[in-house]
């Protein structure tokens, strides 16, 4: 029985990144071996086993055979005859497939089959063996990887693969799951557009995400947006996300935000009148397909439907401003609203030429706001049902009062 550090920790070891979790690979070994030392067995559909200390797990080695379509057709076989070359070529990248001792310090030499310390330094991503079509979740975890390892390429064969499955519809077969635990995952790199980029570049982004895919192509208004595609600003907005350092449900609000744009008629072009509606619409259905959470399919829909008036709130007086935080839930929920300010300042400057520009819309509007928050709803409420006041015309002297606070602040 011998055991192995696998995959992600020995690639970023060699890479001089830091890592956090570790996978292990066990070797020779039988269940019944493993439980006599103590490891607890995980019901999953291999075998996996905890440690008594650690409670990290460790995957006895296998082999897998393809048995259907999608990423559960697969009959799994462990053994202790399994080697560990065997274990290695069912992985999916050869940087992922590159393993070394329990006791590594990353010095020593690794046990590399596949030749994945090349494809590091090369900053290739390639697939291990043709086995790697036998999988539709590669594609994913291959954008993924694109997207946190920006400066590296996928390999042109691998890229091809990765058509290949499309076209035979594996991408069809992705449960919503694994869909969205690898996106989420991708949106949270370095530059999440290089994810979109090579799913955009085998196909599988016109399966996934049609309503983004269409985006490419579609004009814009050039004074308002110099890169005049809807796809590249799309991009440019989830990387200046992600170099705004935006949380997972900003970015994916970014992601979202223009939607409605790929659904405007010819004849509009190249303006966009509704697409907030349209894309918030369109929202609907991708969260529902991919069961986003809800934190994320909230502000989604709040950016989606608000953020052009939140663009053009700058000349907005008092009344209009707490309209606005109406809308929004912007009083119930000031933490979402923070949010979708971040989002919005992310789509203002996520323009070519706009990078670098302020966005005062993002702190005039949570001054505002703050403004709108120091009125006490209860005792403003007390006082309308005072002076006789009912149902809605109660919440219309509370709104009153906050117009008063907020105009208070717009003056001072």
């Not at 329990?102 to 090349?118: I, M």
């Not at 608000?306 to 929004?328: F, P, T």
Request: aromatic residues 8%.
């Amino acid at each position: 029985m011998k055991i192995y550090k696998v995959g992600g920790a020995v690639r970023d070891r060699l890479l001089q990144r830091p890592f956090h979790d570790t996978d292990w690979v066990v070797v020779g070994a039988t269940p019944q071996e493993m439980t006599a030392r103590g490891f607890t067995p995980v019901g999953r559909d291999f075998p996996v086993f905890l440690h008594p200390k650690t409670h990290e797990e460790y995957a006895l080695a296998r082999t897998e055979r393809k048995s259907g379509m999608g990423y559960r057709g697969f009959v799994v076989h462990t053994s202790p005859d399994v080697t560990l070359e065997e274990d290695l070529a069912r992985r999916d990248l050869t940087v992922n497939a590159i393993a070394a001792p329990a006791d590594w310090t990353g010095v020593e030499a690794v046990f590399d089959p596949y030749n994945g310390q090349a494809d590091l330094q090369a900053k290739v991503l390639r697939h291990v063996t043709d086995a790697f079509r036998e999988d539709p979740v590669r594609i994913l975890r291959v954008a993924r990887f694109a997207a946190r390892f920006h400066d590296f390429t996928v390999a042109p064969e691998t890229l091809q693969l990765m058509r290949e499955m499309v076209q035979a519809g594996e991408a069809d077969h992705l449960v919503p799951e694994r869909v969205w635990q690898e996106i989420s995952r991708g949106l949270m790199a370095d530059q999440p557009s290089r994810m979109f980029e090579v799913l955009r570049a085998c196909g599988a982004l016109k399966v996934l995400l049609p309503e983004l895919d269409r985006l490419w192509g579609v004009p814009q208004r050039a004074e308002y947006h110099p890169e005049v595609d809807s796809g590249v600003h799309a991009m440019m907005v989830l990387d200046m996300a992600a170099q705004l350092d935006a949380p997972l449900t900003v970015r994916f609000a970014c992601l979202c935000h223009d939607f409605g744009k790929g659904t405007t008629p010819a004849d509009m072009l190249p303006r966009h009148i509704g697409h907030e509606q349209r894309s918030a619409q369109l929202l609907k259905g991708v969260c529902d397909r991919w069961r986003v959470p809800n934190d994320c399919k909230e502000l989604a829909d709040l950016v989606a439907r608000e953020h052009g008036n939140i663009h053009r709130s700058q000349d907005l007086n008092a009344a209009a401003l707490v309209r606005l935080y109406e809308r929004c839930d912007a009083i119930r929920k000031p933490e979402r609203f923070a949010q979708a300010l971040w989002a919005c300042e992310c789509d203002a400057r996520g323009r070519l030429g706009f990078e670098e520009r302020p966005y005062p819309q993002r702190q005039r509007l949570w001054q505002g706001l703050q403004a709108a928050l120091t009125v006490d709803t209860a005792t403003a409420a007390q006082t309308a049902a005072q002076r006789g006041l009912k149902g809605k015309a109660i919440g219309e002297a509370v709104a009153s009062v906050r117009v008063q606070a907020v105009a208070a602040w717009l003056g001072s």
